[in-house]
């Protein structure tokens, strides 16, 4: 899914200006064709050999859905992914594109990028045939060499394999000849990469049209006898309850995939947490105990009878938890003048107020999903307040809020104000210790944390005041 921070990139599209400009010069230069599942093939096998990962960005797969998805690509297979939503189906296609050659050789100007030594099309046969070695060569970068299409039910043959072009036509060449079709995005992507997205949704006769070019490796338009043996590797995506219900993959074409793979959520909570640090783009800084918060939270909902497991719980959930909460936290520093904001749990709550239409629920849990979603934060709030200090004396903190006055939190106390309030203990600095807190903001976080865990925990009181702040005491 274009490469995001931390993986390789395609690299710049500018093209190479010492290498051959004519097939006479590639030829000379010893250069050597390879089809792109060849190509996919020996690229990736370098990278296994060299120790470097093929699959920048890709998170959770490592020991599942990669191994499989690699197998498939060295038995040169088509691949369909299967997986709900938000699985990373489609992120994982798109860095496809890094196993192909940074640069390959094309016909210049040719409408199908063919190779110089392999015209496909009249047009380029005819040319090389006249030019011989002074057929003139273009340098196409990968990044080029990927084509995406997100199925939709408006989707035509046309769209994917071609059609007759009109205008060509006008200009007075017969109806007949095979330079009046305007080509679709499936020969358009010859000598690269197809990738189908929900490929279920595409109309059960339209995916007729992607039968030969998946088996014979050729296209046909409105009945021309044209064949054009195309190189292409398709790829597609499908949620399996489209599969089984909405739409359908057609036997003849779900045959012909030589692999289908199963994705799935991330399998471990550190895997979890690492697509939200990846994937989140936070305008303000949330520690990492609250981005664990919203990773059980996640997982809680994947869990949950409450909620409609067929549908999923995509990664993106946790991901717009995090950069909503980074909001929460980013507004409370404009309205209070904090320069450096810094997320609190009392910015959970807007998880569940903004994010609540992205989980679908039972049935039968009309006009209880609030108090579903409340009441799995606050499991995952606990979770993480006992996993993250396990071990910490909090007693201290217990008696100092049963003996001494409430502390009061919320979305109107700065964290400069939240600290003022506490009394010096030695406690209170374990806690910051204990979550890599250095700094004011990033304190209250933490000690907001332990007050949350010991409500949560029936050892002191929370009621909320007018305002909407809380206020913890005994």
């Known amino acids: 899914m274009p490469n995001r921070p931390g ?6 599209v500018t093209s190479p200006t010492s290498r051959p400009s004519t097939v006479g010069e590639l ?61 990373g189906k489609t992120r994982l296609l798109r860095t496809l594109p890094l196993l192909l050659d940074e640069w390959t050789p094309v016909i210049a100007g040719s409408e199908l990028a063919e190779h110089p030594y392999e015209p496909i099309t009249p047009a380029s046969i005819r040319r090389a045939a006249e030019l011989g070695d002074d057929l003139p060569v273009q340098w196409r970068h990968r990044s080029e060499r990927y084509a995406e299409k997100l199925a939709t039910p408006d989707t035509s043959v046309a769209d994917l394999v071609g059609d007759v072009d009109p205008v ?58 044209l064949r054009l043996p195309l190189d292409v590797l398709l790829v597609a995506s499908a949620n399996p309850e489209d599969y089984t219900n909405r739409g359908r993959i057609i036997t003849p074409l779900k045959d012909r995939f030589g692999a289908e793979i199963r994705t799935h959520y991330p399998l471990e909570l550190d895997a979890e947490i690492a697509v939200v640090e990846q994937e989140a783009e936070l305008q303000a800084r949330v520690p990492a105990h609250l981005l664990e918060i919203l990773a059980r939270f996640t997982r ?36 209070l003048g904090e320069d450096d904001p810094v ?16 989980v679908e629920f039972e049935s039968g849990e009309e006009g209880r999903e609030f108090e579903i979603l409340d009441h799995l934060l606050r499991r995952a709030t606990a979770e993480t307040a006992r996993s993250r200090l396990a ?35 030695p406690v209170l600095d374990a806690v910051a210790e204990r979550l890599g807190a250095d700094d004011a903001g990033t304190r209250a976080s933490a000690i907001e944390l332990a007050l949350e865990g010991l409500y949560l925990a029936r050892r002191i009181s929370k009621d909320t005041d007018s305002t909407g702040a809380a206020v913890y005491s005994s």
């Open 343 to 358: 997320a609190r749990p009392v910015d959970l709550g807007t998880v569940v107020e903004v994010l609540r239409g992205k």
């Open 27 to 87: 030829r000379a230069s010893g250069h050597v064709h390879r089809s792109v599942k060849d190509e996919l093939r020996r690229n990736l096998l370098t990278a296994l050999r060299e120790g470097t990962d093929p699959w920048p960005g890709i998170v959770g797969f490592d020991e599942t859905v990669v191994p499989q998805f690699e197998r498939a690509l060295l038995a040169g297979h088509d691949v369909v992914l299967l997986g709900e939503r938000g699985q």
């Open 391 to 425: 071990g910490v004396d909090l007693a201290p903190l217990v008696a100092a809020v049963e003996h001494g006055d409430p502390v009061v939190t919320g979305e109107r106390i700065t964290a400069k104000g939240l600290l003022d309030e506490l009394p010096e203990l």
């Open 7 to 12: 993986g390789r990139t395609l690299g710049e």
């Open 168 to 225: 060509k036509v006008a200009e007075g060449r017969s109806l007949g000849d095979p330079e009046t079709i305007h080509f679709g995005l499936v020969p358009r992507a010859h000598r690269g990469i197809v990738a189908v997205n929900e490929l279920p949704d595409l109309a059960e006769r339209i995916q007729v049209s992607l039968l030969n070019v998946m088996e014979e490796r050729d296209i046909q338009v409105r009945g021309y006898t």
């Open 300 to 335: 809680l909902l994947r869990e949950s009878t409450s909620v409609d497991q067929r549908s999923g719980v995509s990664a993106r959930f946790a991901v717009a938890g995090a950069e909503t909460v980074a909001a929460a936290a980013l507004h409370r520093g404009a309205v």
